[in-house]
């Protein structure tokens, strides 16, 4: 079956404790990128990636770094994660970087930091 | 700066009725217009999606209409069902943009009662 797959789903941490959330789609995109979404402001992009090792920001990149070593893998890292990270968080792809292409999205990953 | 503006927040509509959520842009070069479902739990589904050079399309009961003059777009959904109640997020992006990313609303909670 088709799909991005996120872990984990729900995650509480503390202030300053670094996590990795993982995304991996098994579509063979080559067009991977993080949202994350508050109530009242929709999604807002924070990184994307046009391929492996190409990677860039979006609209809100601050407190958060990526990597894209392989074509199916796209992490998350929050190094010191803050309580304005609180959110929800979703991984998606698209077969190329032209906007027209379908983009899937993963389930979404609930991140808690007190 | 939200550069798709999206209305109502929320929206109540009676089985069988017409649903109609509203989008608004300014930029100009976006010239890809989709409209994304998402239901409690789950990420974004693309729906339907409509390119500037033509004025309406239709699949099943969804149907975009656009208005380019104004920069306008709107989602109906016709002979709603309480199936339909979801969130809709209006998007739009433009080959111009950096990282094609799509611009997206801030939602539409839509619910539709029996």
Same mark, same amino acid.
């Given at each position: ?31 991977? /990128?993080? @949202? ?5 402001? &929709?999604?807002?992009?924070? !990184? ?6 190409? $990677? ?30 609180? /959110?929800? @968080? ?5 077969? &190329?970087?032209?906007?027209? !292409? ?6 979404? $990953? ?5 | ?114």
């Amino acid at each position: 079956e088709a799909q991005v797959t996120q872990n984990p789903r729900y995650l509480i941490t503390v202030t300053g404790k670094k996590l990795t959330v993982t995304c991996s789609q098994n579509m063979n995109h080559e067009y991977m /990128s993080w @949202y994350r979404q508050d109530p009242g402001l &929709g999604l807002r992009q924070i !990184y994307y990636s046009m391929n492996v090792e190409v $990677t860039d920001k979006g609209d809100v990149p601050e407190g958060y770094k990526v990597s894209r070593k392989e074509k199916r893998n796209f992490p998350l890292i929050l190094e010191s994660p803050s309580p304005n990270q609180t /959110s929800l @968080y979703f991984c998606a792809s698209r077969w &190329g970087s032209g906007p027209s !292409y379908e983009q899937y999205f993963g389930p979404g $990953t609930r991140l808690t930091v007190t | 700066q939200q550069q798709v503006k999206q209305s109502p927040q929320s929206l109540i509509v009676q089985k069988g009725g017409i649903s109609i959520i509203n989008c608004a842009y300014e930029n100009t070069a976006f010239d890809y217009f989709p409209w994304y479902q998402q239901f409690p739990g789950k990420g974004p589904a693309l729906l339907i999606a409509i390119r500037p050079d033509v004025s309406e399309k239709k699949e099943g009961r969804f149907t975009i209409s656009f208005n380019k003059s104004a920069k306008q777009f709107s989602l109906h959904i016709m002979d709603s069902q309480p199936g339909d109640s979801a969130t809709y997020f209006c998007a739009a992006s433009s080959n111009r943009n950096s990282g094609y990313a799509l611009n997206f609303g801030k939602g539409t909670s839509l619910l539709v009662t029996p």
